[in-house]
């Protein structure tokens, strides 16, 4: 009996076009960038926020595309999720070890993150299937 349902699995069960990925993972912050960087805040976030969305993004958007076929608002939410697991892990930790310097950084990264995550990751979801489309 065939299910008309993808079947989910931790394993990768699809193939990632390499560098139509590695393409739109650079370009979407670029691009969201260059689109509103007269608003003067997304150079700031390009700077403080890249590091971080190439260290998560880039194994979480590799795992995500690897089970299933793109979408932007896929991407988007996973940004979204990502981020506020980060900060509240790192709450956490700052908590834990009671260090409050971190908390200003926590609360920097959730209030920007979770504006410019989606935006970025939504921007490569998008990017991503106008490279792939033909391939």
């Known amino acids: 009996m065939s299910h008309s349902h993808?079947?989910?699995t931790l394993w990768p069960s699809h193939i990632i076009?390499?560098?139509a990925?590695?393409?739109?993972?650079?370009?979407?912050p670029l691009l969201v960038t260059a689109l509103s960087?007269?608003?003067v805040i997304p150079v700031f976030a390009l700077l403080f926020g890249a590091p971080f969305y190439l260290a998560i993004g880039t194994p979480l958007l590799l795992w995500l595309l690897s089970r299933r076929p793109c979408s932007a608002g896929d991407c988007a939410t996973a940004a979204i999720i990502a981020n506020v697991v980060f900060c509240t892990l790192t709450m956490l930790y700052a908590a834990l070890t009671k260090?409050?310097?971190?908390?200003?950084?926590?609360?920097?990264?959730?209030?920007?993150?979770?504006?410019f995550a989606p935006l970025w990751a939504g921007t490569f979801g998008w990017?991503?299937?106008?490279?792939?489309?033909?391939?």
């Open 6 to 8: 993808p079947h989910h």
């Open 17 to 19: 076009h390499i560098p």
């Open 21 to 28: 990925f590695f393409s739109a993972l650079i370009l979407a």
């Open 37 to 39: 960087f007269y608003v």
């Open 99 to 115: 260090n409050e310097d971190i908390l200003g950084f926590v609360a920097f990264y959730l209030l920007f993150g979770s504006i």
């Open 127 to 135: 990017l991503y299937l106008k490279f792939t489309r033909n391939a």
